[in-house]
């Protein structure tokens, strides 16, 4: 029975020995877990990254070189980094604070006394005392029991209490809904159930994110490329400054270095990060305001993307309660029968579906008992015997399932009772059935808890399950939108589809679960055919939506039990209930805090808000980056001493990209979700990039030609950027509203007074391009504008047509 040369007394528990004993071999129920992630490797993930080296790189130099008005960008990369740590953060927090043990307080019978004492405390072979309302701290095994049940829908999904008997097991994180019991810890610590599966749930993951790996992937790209184009753009740089061997003998090689740098920093998107943080930020706050609460950002995009949406039964679709629907007299009524179920309802230790009689039959009243049989979950039935005073109530009745107490006759369609149960069980009512035998119980009968001779049924009773009022709304909303559902529960398939049918899905039945495949790509087949499954595990959950996922779903999971946890974990994006287990909020990327399923639809809408308008502010960013990447690769090549400081990016930067992206980005947009985001935003950002870099190089070329000054050509090539820039915004803006029109002009009015107000001027080092040089400025912007036209129309006419 126990370990280690001591025994539990199964009456008076450990001794204070045996308990020393078992805390020096390291043998308690103390448990600290590993946190899920260091903070020095999420620092270390987005701190110490090739791009923010590159970047830091830069900013350093230009402060080293006394040029810290161009150092601006370094603000930018900062701003990413902070994001990208406190988006982690956030998700460790809530990992780390999960717990599926939440009782205070455990009681341990030692030395034949009973105390309370922290759940820490238990040691191995402990003797644990159980009675109703308390939560079990360790795996334990039954060693006595007086009518306990326990509760273990939160670990299995089964929705009835559980009788346990002496040998069976229970679970830590189960509840204790009646009787008490005597349980010997045969399980501590990590190795207990609730701290297994938590052990698993904090596995630290992040949401799958289809603009954040797009944008990381464009990143890691630019990174990569940025060492040899560097060394190209600086190799030009020096050879207009005069050579290798000249250049360092004077300050010249300081301006090659800024100009190098002015290249590289051209080609990082830096506030395409930042500007998609900002909207995924903006939108966790709208849902906020809605009762949503988003663990992890990226998550209101995630759920925009989803096309199969898994729900649990018990606490999601249906409230987690039971209410009268129902009594059908049968033949064999007389009267009296309302007085029983009255006296049912009314009993002291009436059991949550007794007690939903007490509203249809309040003033039933009945006279106390001359004996009774408790409600058992492992014989599914009670009985109560009244005296002869009572002519009405004479003899025993018995309220149970029909099966339990008429057998064949309650599941066989020919006999009346079966019939009428098979019918309304299929519409997936709870039935129960009154019965009466004429003699009164005998003691022997009593004891023994058997069935009284000469039983016959007298009434069938009925109870649903209540359904959330807004789940048939928001599922009807998913199928319209072509998002498939799939409804897994724990209890019976044929409840559960019925549920299902409620709630307008075609569900002809359900599919036992335990008739599931064990090989994944055929589960995955079963998964495409059935969309109500019954008796699932918490393990058969997690497979479901691994199996959906392995056939390109992108999947969400709904629950609010500790059996969904792992699901809930493993879906592209969780949604749990805030009735739910501490475990399931922790892991799910949203939390539904008022529970209401209507707000699904908002999650959708704000989601498509975010793709569609990323990608619009993407197409700004990255066709920067392309005419950046253009423009260094050219005039590298060309050996031109480049056309900018960066300072003077910052103005096409913040002008044309940067503030308006802030206000697009956060634009109403109900576009659906099409696969493809990158693909779309490069299609137009690289020939629209290609027209701007040829575009520049080109007009630099002339100017050379025309003798105009550096300090003119770097001008005249930052307007020539800017008023592209801004066509390029209202390109990308239309269809054009008030509000763009608006937000677009604020820009060109923002440009002009850049370049008339005397101390902008002289900050970003503008001067008059010269009269020549204002006619080629033109020319090429206008060809440019053109150009881009052009592009634009292909790109419409061959890659937005599906959308």
Known sequence: MAAAGATTDEVSGLTVEAVEQRRREGRTNAYEPDTSR??????????????????????LVLLLVGRWQDALFGIAALSNAVIGCVQEFRAKAALDRLALLGAPRARVRRDGAERELPPQEI???????????????????????????????????????????????????????????????????????????????????????????????????????????????????????????????????????????????????????????????????KLASKQVLVNELPAVEGLARVDVICLD????????????????????????????????????????????????????????????????????????????????????????????????????????????????????????????????PIRAEIDSETLPEGIRPIAVVTFRELLRPDAAQTLSYFRAQDVGIRIISGDNPRTVAAIARELGIDAPEGFDARRLPEDDATLAEVLEEHHVFGRVTPEQKKRMVVALQSRGHTVAMTGDGVNDALAIKTADIGIAMNSGSPATKAVARLVLLDGRFSHLPDVVAEGRQVIANIERVSMLFLTKTAYATGLALLFGLLVMEFPFLPRQLSITDGLTIGIPAFFLALMANRRRYVPGFLRRSLSFAIPTGIVVAVTLTGYSLIAQRLGVAEDQLRTGSTIILAVVGIWILSILSRPLNAFKVLVIGAMFIALIGLFTLPLAREFFQLVDPGEAAAWALTGCAILAILAIEVVRLFHRRFVLRNL
């Open 38 to 59: 260091s903070i020095w490797s999420i620092v270390r993930a987005n701190v110490f990254t090739l791009f923010n080296g590159i970047v830091g790189t830069c900013f």
């Open 123 to 285: 040691v191995i072979d402990d003797l644990l005392v159980l009675r109703a309302g308390d939560q079990i701290a360790a795996d334990a095994v039954v060693v006595a029991a007086r009518a306990l049940q326990v509760d273990e829908s939160m670990l299995t999904g089964e929705s009835d209490a559980v009788d346990k008997h002496p040998g069976d097991e229970v679970l830590s994180g189960s509840i204790v809904v009646a009787g008490q019991g005597d349980t010997r810890v045969n399980r501590v610590g990590a190795d207990a159930y609730a701290n297994s599966f938590a052990s698993e749930a904090k596995r630290f993951s992040l949401v799958a994110s289809e603009l954040r790996g797009s944008i990381d992937r464009v990143l890691k790209w630019v990174s990569w490329g940025i060492g040899p184009i560097g060394f190209l753009v600086l190799n030009a740089q020096i050879m207009v400054a005069g050579g290798w061997g000249e250049v360092f003998a004077t300050d010249a090689w300081q301006q090659a270095i800024v100009n190098t740098i002015a290249a590289l920093t051209a080609m990082i998107p830096l506030g395409l990060v930042l500007m998609t943080s900002i909207a995924f930020a903006v939108g966790a706050v």
């Open 313 to 440: 039964k018990t606490g999601t679709l249906t409230a987690g309660e039971i209410a009268f629907d129902a009594a059908r007299p049968l033949e064999a009524a007389g009267s009296g029968w309302e007085r029983v179920l009255g006296w049912y309802g009314a009993a002291p230790d009436a059991n949550a579906t007794a007690r939903c009689l007490r509203d249809p039959y309040p003033e039933a009243a009945a006279p106390s008992p001359a004996a009774t049989i408790p409600f058992s979950s492992a014989r599914k039935w009670s009985a109560v015997a009244f005296g002869d005073d009572d002519a009405e109530l004479g003899g025993t009745w018995v309220l149970g399932a029909p099966e339990m107490i008429f057998g064949d006759d309650a599941v066989d369609p020919s006999h009346p009772l079966g019939a009428l149960v098979a019918e309304l069980s299929s519409r997936g009512l709870r039935t129960l059935v009154l019965a009466h035998a004429e003699a009164p």
